[in-house]
């Protein structure tokens, strides 16, 4: 099996521009999670997604960011206008249900 | 809300000594996860408590759970370099989500 995968690995950017990450969870996988890692917060969770429909979005920071799950094997996640406090890594994971869930590399994302 | 707290933060150890880190949260779970982390990489998943009493062993690491302590424990035994990574509780919250600790940054010296 492939793992999670998630794409781009490093992304930089100008303040005000739009960034999309984008995961693949590992096949079968019902469940789907975008954490955020800092420095100063450590690792939360932004939003996850049973079958496809998002459970619980009380993470996501503001507005400007938004997930989307069009179906079992991707998701996105956006943020419109992004700002330098958004620098970040943002790491997908999956899993069955509340069984383990599995990470994938991480997008490094720099916002200037 | 749930809280998970990680002690110690830091910890630099000899090679060959043993070490227990500890993970307290502040609300009924059933759900416990450790997780390592290398610097600049993805979380690897060592260990998964779900029930009261749970014992794990993987090499040099054993993870227990206590529920009704709301404690759970990572006992490292006869440390060596390799070990020295980022290491993180987890704890179930409402559906699936998890609450992770602070992290224990372990580094193990000759």
């Known amino acids: 099996d492939a793992g999670v995968i998630q794409s781009p690995r490093h992304e930089v950017t100008e303040m005000g521009q739009e960034v999309t990450l984008r995961c693949k969870p590992i096949?079968?996988?019902?469940?789907l999670f975008w954490y955020r890692q800092t420095m100063m917060r450590g690792l939360e969770l932004l939003i996850y997604f049973n079958n496809n429909v998002p459970i619980d979005d009380s993470g996501m920071p503001e507005d400007r960011f938004s997930a989307k799950m069009p179906n079992a094997s991707f998701s996105t996640l956006k943020i419109q206008p992004s700002e330098p406090r958004d620098s970040a890594v943002y790491f997908c994971?999956?899993?069955?249900?509340?069984?383990?869930?599995?990470f994938g590399p991480g997008t490094r994302l720099t916002v200037l | 809300e749930l809280k998970v707290e990680q002690n110690p933060l830091f910890l630099s150890m000899q090679e060959g000594k043993n070490y227990t880190i500890y993970c307290n949260y502040s609300t009924t779970s059933d759900r416990l996860y450790w997780y390592r982390q290398d610097p600049g990489k993805s979380l690897e998943s060592l260990f998964v408590l779900l029930s009261n009493g749970a014992v794990k062993q993987e090499g040099r690491l054993m993870a227990s759970l206590d529920t009704k302590a709301r404690l759970s424990t990572l006992h490292i035994t006869a440390a060596v370099h390799d070990l020295s990574a980022t290491y993180f509780c987890a704890v179930g919250n409402s559906g699936y989500a998890l609450n992770f600790g602070k992290g224990t940054s372990l580094l193990v010296t000759p």
């Open positions: 994971a999956s899993s069955v249900g509340a069984i383990e869930q599995f």
């Open positions: 096949s079968g996988h019902n469940s």
